[in-house]
């Protein structure tokens, strides 16, 4: 069983930074893909970031790309999202997931673990 963990979520301006944090309980971090999802409200939850264990590859959201950086730090069991040029439509519940591969999945069904959210508020 996989239990993650977010935080680093709060109120932010337009244009301001944020990072969130993601510390997974797993015996061997580097057997699993991790990545971010994003819920606003009365929408569906949405692909961020995801990041492979091995390789560090990485991919994301048009919507986010250049402005939003995904990275993981194995020896910490932590992936984390750096967030720049924060947008109001940003504005969301994060969610960090993980599943037990070395491929990268950008849809929300193929991942088996979920952590509980950490809110960012994005004022315009």
């Known amino acids: 069983q ?23 309980s797993v015996r061997n971090v580097t057997s699993y893909a991790m990545a971010w999802f994003r819920q606003a409200p009365g929408k569906e939850r949405e692909f961020v970031a995801v990041v492979r264990p091995i390789g560090l590859n990485t991919r994301y959201a048009g919507s986010v790309e250049g402005r939003f950086t995904a990275f993981r730090d194995n020896a910490k069991n932590t992936l984390y999202l750096q967030m720049n ?26 991942y088996e673990f979920w952590g509980q959210g950490t809110q960012v508020t994005v004022s315009s």
């Not at 993650?4 to 510390?23: D, H, M, N, Y």
């Not at 040029?85 to 193929?110: F, M, N, Q, W």
């Open 85 to 110: 040029s924060l947008k109001p439509e940003g504005t969301a519940v994060y969610y960090c997931a993980a599943r037990h591969t070395t491929i990268i999945y950008t849809t929300k069904d193929e």
């Open 2 to 24: 996989v239990q993650l963990l977010e935080s680093g979520g709060g109120l932010v301006q337009a244009g301001g930074s944020l990072r969130l944090s993601c510390a997974a």
